[in-house]
């Protein structure tokens, strides 16, 4: 891949260092800037800690395709996939702080991963430094085009909904089991293994409702086989401007899923810097924004601070309707 | 026709002996022991109830299953059958070699994955197939350098490796 | 239907580009194919940036050629070295690795190879005629219909074995065992992971299957290398035999059918469709006795099945954007960064991608068929090297294949531990089979039995009461009950005839 491309890119990547080298030699006390001042010197591995083909490995593929040019080498992904991430971020901090490796992260992992696992060792985000924040991705309830229920208010009338969700810990359950537990209705959550059979299911009509990302529901939406009843962001989602809020129904309820990039906390803040301004331009690109486009992600850019306080923020604001509501997700025990 | 039974022959010459009547029970006795340690853990994991499955329900069936057959086992297996194989001294060589294996997979992602390969291959062709030693050698290198081309030059997998070209 | 679409797919997929790329994703499909644990769900990971410059119909004809080119090449491994890389080839395994050893290797890989393209193509051409009617079939599928499916699958493992019942049973129950390592899929609730996030999704098939059986029979031929090495006395040409063919036809009728319905399942189909396929050539044999040592229908049957299952798992995503396992999730999304979206509105927006795409895959079928001829010849002269030479090789590729599946080192130590599970099992006279196949069968069963008693509010007769389960629990009860207990009378009814002198039937 030693084309003429990479090596603009990497005149590019240079230009845009003086500032930054002479912000980190305020910061680094006699540090060796002479080896990181070049970095990075080859490609940098790009970990995606779920399975190819997921919504997860293809927004890495699409942002870590863009960031070659500004970062002047390549960014091979690479999956590795397990439990929601743990698995590849405990890998990441097993390994160096060099920052040629660097890793996917989802706010589920950290938001909602504790309200149902209770593991000492789990991933923390303070374990972990971001250097890029990438993607909002609402999620919307959908019942099937022949469903009787019309609207939420009907749903939420109903005697019993058996609903399904795309696994334990997600957005998808947290969202539909905060919805059904706040407004009293006799719910049962069914979750199956992913979003493409709990999409199966819904259409099949073996369960009554599924809140479900957008992308997943999208095509279907369109296609006139499943209906929307209200999205859990803050506003309306562009995608869906006809779709009510949760919060206009007066159902206080804030779930989405984001996703942004990591490296171990301790990696040095000029490689931090480097990688940040390369992604900066990575998210300008065109195919990038395309991408988003198609698959209905909104995007989350906003610096690293401001992420990591998002996310804490979010936990605690999650365990606390979860304890209001009384809603059981998986046995936390 | 003659082709077959010689093979036949040979194929008769070559049946290990058969396991003798401890291992036989052993045979029982090893999924009774397995199916209750499984059962043991289940408890721990709660077990809820038929219409209300906890997460040790299933796998305390399973285990229930296992004990069931183990049992089994020892009651018909052990008097009337003899399909089990005697373990012999090349039992060592077995163990040795999934010992070797393990030492080679925990290196992976230390030191790369060449020099644990030729390491490996060469342990295994002279000691455990007893080839010469240069054999081994040329071997050893001979397969490592194929696999990188193939693996890592040829279908691009995200191998560790310390040799970049 | 539009036949004009399905028409001008051929001149897309008949493009000279275009069958260029077909001709490098068959060839490199084959290649993975052979080479263990590299799966096409891996590979055509690792080759998404190639496809990134490509037009989106050159990239998808590549990367599904990938795809039904491995399930080609992983017979190969299977027959030859009883490793197989995929579920759909375990079954293979039983009786081509028996043929094999008897040195059948050549025709078995090339019945193998034949049943793969009749198989393959037969569902090409029920996928043109009737995909867009078929994609109802999956979603008649929900967790009711996929429990007693598993059930059924369950049962049919039991037909697997040769030796005793009772061993077959507990090495099915070991199997169902394994199956629950990992988090409780309902609620998340670790089950024997030893406090591991290593272990937290399960562990994954590919893993189980070489562990026990390819480590497995390489740790088990170590021990006896000191006996005077006989190897494989003649290999039979690549060619089959009138009368191989003659035995294997219908067999490789009744798995193309098989295969092509089971393989419309998102949840599983495809990963049964050999092992029934296997289970209807045992029991409609004259003589069963000779599956497990080298049946040629035991190679056929579920050959032709799993390669239809393969071609037919492409209706889900093409038409329902549902991909029905590993690979189609990652084919999924090379089409998403392609800027297509699979699902319902496929065929109406972009009716070139979708036949052509499917066109292609006619041209890949043949293109495998005629590849498969003197690489059969060369692979079965690999069983001339030395075992000593082989054995080691096979490890290292077993090895590197292991860790691609999820890039992880904790994988190749797994793979290790269960070779060494299946050497200790083939001491005490137990079969991997069984094992192997409850375990794919095992989760499948738990989930979707739990899913659908939350469904049904815990009522059981509702399995009976849905029209589409109710069917399957009616074949359940006569493929296990009724059938067994006819052939039980009819065999006490002959043997009373012939005592008499008269002739039955």
Redesign the interface.
Known sequence: MQHPLPRRGLLAGLAALPPLAALSACQVQGGADEANASFPT?AV?FWVPF????SG??IS??VA?AAEEPLGESL????????NG??GL??LLAGKADGYTICLAVKSLFAIGPL??DDP?AVTIDQLRIITTLTNEGYVLVVHADSPYQTLEDLLAAT?V?YGTT???TGSQLSAGLLFGIAGVEA??????GG??T???L??K??DAASLSLAETM??I??G?MRALCVFSEERSVYLNEVPTALEKDLNILVDQRRFIVVPADTPDDVVGVLTLAFEDAREGGEYG??LQ??YMERWEVDGIEAQLHLAEATEQFAAQIAESGVE???A? | MADTELEAAQEEADEPRAGGRVQSIAAGAVPVVLGGVAAWLSFGLNIGSLTEPGPGLWPLIVAGLLVASGIGIIAVTARSRRDTEAFTRGTIAVLAAAGGLAVYASLYEIVGFEVPTVLLMFAWLRFLSRESWLMSAILAVAVTAAAYALFIIGLNVPLPHVIVF | MDFSSVLSGFTVAFEWQNILFCLLGVTVGMLIGVLPGLGPAATIAILLPVTYNLEPTAAVIMLAGIFYGAQYGGTITSVLLKLPGEASTVVTALDGHALARRGQAGPALGIAAIASFIGGTASIILLTFIAPALAGVALAFGPAEYTVLALIGIFLVGTLGNGSVIKSAAAAAAGLLLATVGLDPLLGTPRFTFGTDQLADGIDFTIVAMGLFGVGEILYNLEHRDRPQTGVPSFGRAIPSRLHWLQSRLAILRGSVTGFILGILPGGGATMSSLVAYAVEKRTAKDPSRFGKGAIEGVAGPESANNAAATSSFIPLLTLGIPANATMAVLFGALMLQGITPGPQLMSDHPDVFWGVVNSMYLGNILLLILSIPLIGLFVRMLKVRPGILAPITVVITMIGTYSIRNNAFDMLLVIGLGLLGYGMRKLGFEPGPFVLAFVLGSLLEASFRRSMRIFGGDVTEYVKQPVSGTLVAILVLTVVIVPLLRKVRTRQTAGAEAAGVKAD
């Open positions: 080859r591995d399975d190819a083909g997921g490995d293809l593929r699409a395709k091979p992904v690479t999956n590795k996939p397990g439990a743990a698995v405990k890998e149902v696992v060792d019993h058996n696994g334990v810990g049962t959550d069914v979750p199956f293994d493409g059979p999409v199966t299911a259409l099949g073996d369960i095509p279907h369109q296609a086989d395309q991408f198609d698959n997700l998986g046995t025990e």
